[in-house]
């Protein structure tokens, strides 16, 4: 019986009468890397707001390691080992490439203000831990040459490999990648590639938006597929392919691309 | 039979007061909907009516003395010009102030009107000095007795007004094209500007409505109670209290959390203590931040803004 | 030094506490000794409030309150119940954290700025209080006969003394404010600026931050309001007024948004331009009572929140640093254009 780390009964989210993500329900095997897919606006980012809590739930359950994420906060939910990047990047601008990951170090170390104002002991000791495990991560990502630069001197491409890297300070067991490939040089996307497998064979489990199907199809053991908020598909990369419905919902895209202003304001309401 | 006079004394001068309230709580959420930015300078618009309906219609020396205005105008063509200047100075608040700083974060647009607040009161301050102002009734006569409560024929011209600026602010947001817009632009900035509505139009003329508002609000109190450079501080507050016991962003909230503030206060003060009359919009407000924060802790909402689908 | 964060902020204090060691030789008088132990307090006010306004991202109206609350408390506590100062200082502190406490809970979780109107109305609210309650708090006369500060047998009598303990007081608020900055408490609240999303999803309780930066605040302005009425002996309500929990904000807005150094500046200029101010103004507008200086401050957070939004030390900087950083990348196109024309 394989373990299940993630579970989505039913999950819905409307805003304002819109449904965004209509009755979601899928398991997420632990040690796997499950890839979701669908047209612009299909619901994908809005499931990630989901899962890491930035949005309440409208409606359906969320399971994480088997506790129900209902009441957690976001930072709650990190803290039992969940983390996840952003499709439009969301880099602390006024740090340091290196402090940027360190914030990610935040639930694995203690000291509060009083330490920090006073300069314990404790203070400095978990200080270099932190130090020391962001300066790993950064180097997993082959950024350590540029720790002490400002995150916004970096290319596009960098800024999102920062960001994995401080998702991975977490030591996360449930990492949510969020269109990781968009923006990224071929190169980039190979190291990417690569760097995502060392992670699930260190345990990790990946959950991942992409546009990049040749990313999606090379490393995905299932895919989700999902069209208006709905799921139309599941399976292995080779079985979505080939279903009927989603080379309809891909065909569909091109079509219906420029909604009319009218449409959009009504979809609003 | 004292005290049911008594009540329904409280109801009268809580539903006059609370008027006023309504109306500048109205200002608050008409800036809110459409820019997100909390308006400290909305009391002051009331502050600016009051003064400068009172300049234009009896004789007031201003500028330290060195100026008499001496208009002299019918009272109804002072008010009327009255609202017309103070949407103007909304306007000009608007193109000197908010426009420029485009881009700027909302805690910097909301220093911005703390900024604009202090400027209005010093330069009343510098025009009117420190004197307390106030205007003749709207009509004379003695007032109505009811059940042994007293209702001035000024309170009947405040719930009046008020009345009217709703029943006209109703009409323009649910039959004109240009109210419809602008709540559209309430409703989702984005669908709005999508929509082809001007953004930067719409703001502006949030400023406009609201300051003729906020005018009117202070030139129908004042024959009541007394107007001064300062007063616009307690006006945004009491108005602020107001809007956010409508939920900040609803108009008919407005209005309801006016008048409640208004008759708590008025309660308030007849039942506890008349000294600390102006603390009670603050226990009220406080009391609701607590109340919606434990809701919304055991509702699980979300703490931050929409990051869009 | 070990203790200090980073060698730049070691040098910058030993040169700031030996300029202020040896500024008292070049005073002609002790008017201008008073107006430094001013900005003394004042800057131990912006820095809390500097933090507050930079990192979470909330604005307070009401610090005056928290400065009064200082200033009430250790007097009742050393003129009433006879409590030493340092006594005084310390109660005074902590009951003022606790109030702070309980406003900032509900006002700090919920989304939108409340906290602004609510530390406002928290100020007329103290305003009152401290008026009409006439058996507590002096009322419009003011509390009288607060004793100078003193710990053992050590009292500071004159102004000089009040000078150079004001100054290490605030100092020591500067150092501990920088250690914060540096440390996980200071990125969590630099990320919590930086993208409140991004620093919840890495698991920062960034309400629980905010809560404990405008604590800190409310502390910073405690002490500095003890100090103040140890240094004059009395106070009165006038002090607490509105006009200078907004006179704070300008300094912060001048001193520039989470600046711990900024805050030095902000307060040496803002209260040097309000004696400015209040000295000519009467001349310059006939019958002005001074107070009309709000107009300036107001006109000056106006410009400032316009053009350098993140306040005016810290935008110069930024500015600075990027047209540095944007010279530097032109020189590297160029160098990299030149190897190319060699090859």
């Known amino acids: 019986m394989t373990d299940t780390i993630l579970e989505a009964s039913g999950l819905r989210k409307e805003f304002g009468g819109v449904v965004a993500v209509h009755k979601v329900s899928f398991n ?38 088997g506790h129900r994420l209902a009441r957690a906060n976001p930072h709650e939910r990190a803290a039992m080992g969940l983390a996840r990047t952003f499709q439009n990047l969301r880099l602390f601008d006024n740090m340091t490439v290196l402090e940027n990951v360190m914030v990610g170090r935040h639930t694995k170390s203690r000291y509060g203000l009083m330490a920090a104002a006073l300069r ?33 001197s970096l290319s596009f491409g960098q800024q999102r490999l920062v960001e994995v890297a401080r998702a991975m300070a977490i030591e996360p067991q449930l990492l949510l990648l969020d ?40 490393i ?50 | 039979m004292a005290l049911e006079s008594q009540l329904l004394q409280y109801l009268f001068t809580g539903v006059t007061v609370g008027s006023i309230y309504a109306l500048i709580a109205l200002g608050f959420v008409v800036i809110h909907n459409v820019t997100g930015i909390v308006n400290f300078a909305q009391g002051d618009f009331a502050m600016l009516g009051a003064l400068v309906a009172v300049t234009l219609t009896t004789r007031t020396p201003i500028f330290n003395r060195v100026f008499v205005a001496d208009f002299d105008l019918p009272l109804p063509l002072g008010i009327v010009l009255s609202v017309l200047i103070v949407s103007l100075i909304g306007a000009v608040l608007y193109f000197l102030a908010i426009r420029p700083a485009k881009g700027a974060s909302i ?34 006569g003695g007032p109505l ?65 609201s300051a003729a508002i906020g005018a009117m609000a202070g030139i129908v109190i ?49 039942f506890i203590s008349s000294g600390y009359k102006d603390a009670i919009a603050f226990i009220v407000l406080f009391a609701i931040l607590f109340v919606r924060m434990s809701v919304g802790v055991r509702k699980g909402q979300s703490q931050f803004e929409e990051v869009g689908m | 030094m070990k203790r200090l964060a980073g060698r730049t902020n070691a040098i910058a204090f030993i040169v700031v506490a030996g300029l202020l060691a040896i500024l008292p030789a070049f005073l002609a008088n002790n008017y201008q000794v008073s107006i430094l132990i001013l900005v003394a307090l004042y800057t131990i006010l912006t820095v809390g409030l500097s933090l507050l306004m930079g990192y979470a991202g909330q604005i307070s109206l009401g610090q005056a309150v928290f400065y009064g609350m200082g200033g009430y408390i250790t007097a009742w506590l050393t003129v009433r119940a006879g409590w030493p100062p340092l006594a005084g200082m310390a109660i005074a502190a902590l009951i003022t954290a606790v109030l702070a406490y309980i406003i900032g809970i509900p006002m700090l979780r919920l989304r939108g700025n409340y906290l602004a109107m609510v530390t406002l109305g928290l100020n007329v609210i103290f305003e009152l209080i401290v008026i009409q309650e006439t058996a507590w708090t002096g009322g419009p006369d003011g509390f009288r006969g607060i004793p100078k500060f003193s710990l053992g047998g050590l009292v500071l009598r004159t102004d000089l003394e009040m000078y150079y303990f004001a100054w290490f007081v605030a100092l020591l608020v500067l150092m501990l404010s920088l250690n914060i900055v540096n440390s996980r408490v200071g990125r969590a609240l630099r990320a919590v600026h930086g993208s409140e999303i991004a620093a919840e999803t890495m698991g920062v309780n960034t309400a629980h931050y905010k809560v404990q930066v405008f604590v800190l605040s409310a502390v910073y302005a405690s002490i500095a309001g003890s100090l103040y009425a140890f240094w004059l002996g009395i106070i009165s309500p006038s002090v607490y007024h509105i006009s200078f929990s ?53 006109v000056i957070l106006i410009l400032v929140m316009i053009f350098l939004p993140e306040g005016v030390t810290t935008g110069v900087m930024l500015r600075y640093r990027r047209w540095r950083a944007g010279r530097e990348a032109l020189k590297e196109i160029k160098k990299s254009a030149e190897t190319m024309g060699a090859e």
């Open chain 1, 28 to 65: 997420v095997a632990r040690g796997e890397i499950f890839a979701i897919i669908g047209p612009n606006g299909a619901g994908k980012t809005t499931l990630f707001n989901l899962i890491s809590g930035v949005y309440p739930t409208t409606g359906g359950e969320l399971r994480f390691r």
């Open chain 1, 120 to 152: 314990l002991p404790t203070a400095h000791r978990e200080e270099r831990v932190i130090r020391e495990q962001a300066l790993k991560r950064l180097a997993m990502v082959g950024l350590e040459g540029r720790a002490h630069q400002l995150v916004g």
């Open chain 3, 246 to 298: 907004i006179e704070l904000v300008v300094m912060v807005a001048i001193g520039g948004l989470a600046s711990v150094w900024g805050a030095i500046f902000g307060a040496a200029t803002v209260t040097l331009l309000a004696e400015f101010l209040r000295n000519t103004l009467p001349h310059l507008l006939r019958g002005a009572s001074g107070e009309q200086e709000i107009i300036a401050f107001g």
């Open chain 1, 220 to 269: 995905a053991d299932r895919v989700m597929v999902l069209d208006y908020g709905q799921k139309i598909a599941e399976g292995t990369p080779l079985q979505v392919q080939r279903n009927p419905r989603v080379i309809a919902a891909y065909l569909g895209e091109e079509a219906s691309v420029g909604l009319h202003p009218e449409e959009a304001y009504v979809a609003t309401q």
């Open chain 2, 222 to 270: 004042t024959p009541s109670t007394f107007m001064g450079y300062d007063s616009g501080t307690f006006l945004s507050l009491k108005g602020f209290v107001a809007a956010i016991m409508g939920g900040m962003n609803s108009a008919t909230g407005a209005v309801v959390g006016g008048l409640l503030l208004g008759i708590f206060e008025t309660v308030g003060a007849g």
């Open chain 2, 145 to 209: 007795e009811i059940h042994g409560a007293i209702l001035t024929r000024q309170n009947l011209w405040v719930i009046g007004v008020t009345a009217v600026i709703l029943l006209a602010l109703y009409l323009f947001f649910e039959r004109t094209m240009l109210g419809k817009a602008l709540r559209a632009c309430a409703i989702n900035r984005l669908a709005a500007r999508l929509m082809g509505i001007d953004a930067n139009r719409m703001a502006l003329l949030s400023f406009v409505l």
């Open chain 2, 107 to 140: 805690v910097s647009l909301i220093i911005i009107t703390i900024g604009a607040h202090f400027a209005f009161q010093g330069l009343a301050l510098i025009a009117w000095a420190a004197d307390p102002y106030g205007l003749p009734v709207f009509t004379r």
């Open chain 1, 179 to 218: 269109e990781p490939g968009a923006g990224l040089t071929r190169k980039e996307v190979e190291e990417l590639d690569d760097l995502v497998r060392r992670l699930r064979d260190d345990g990790m489990t990946v959950i991942l938006v992409e546009h990049n199907m040749e990313l999606v199809m090379g």
